[in-house]
């Protein structure tokens, strides 16, 4: 199985957006749901956001409002629009189906003035 490769992170100020992007094999777009985890220093790994092959979308409290996820099923890609960051936001960023896989690179996201 590819792993997954993420795309998008950065250093933004508080009140600030990102838009990452993951590109994963057409076969595991095809047959699962996927989803956006994340990883603070020292926490474990946490799913943030969740979508069904159908677009049905399930977000954690702490993002709901704030962070969007999206899949294009014909280009084998998914997003996770986030605005309103704050420094709890801060973390390593990844994309896998749900339940996970094989683990990508993770893309930083740092939240800071």
């Known amino acids: 199985q590819v792993q997954p490769v993420e795309s998008g992170g950065g250093l933004v100020q508080p009140g600030g957006s990102l838009r990452l992007s993951c590109a994963a094999s057409?076969?595991?777009?095809?047959?699962?749901?996927m989803g956006w985890y994340r990883q603070a220093p020292g926490k474990q790994r946490d799913l943030v956001a969740h979508?069904?092959?159908?677009?049905?979308?399930n977000y954690v409290e702490s993002v709901k409002g704030r962070f969007t996820i999206s899949r294009d099923n014909a280009k084998n890609t998914m997003y996770l629009q986030m605005n309103s960051l704050q420094p709890e936001d801060t973390a390593v960023y990844y994309c896998?189906?749900?339940?996970?896989?094989?683990w990508g690179q993770g893309t930083q996201v740092t939240v800071s003035s």
């Open positions: 896998n189906r749900a339940p996970p896989g094989h």
């Open positions: 979508i069904t092959r159908g677009g049905t979308t």
């Open positions: 057409g076969s595991i777009f095809s047959s699962y749901a």
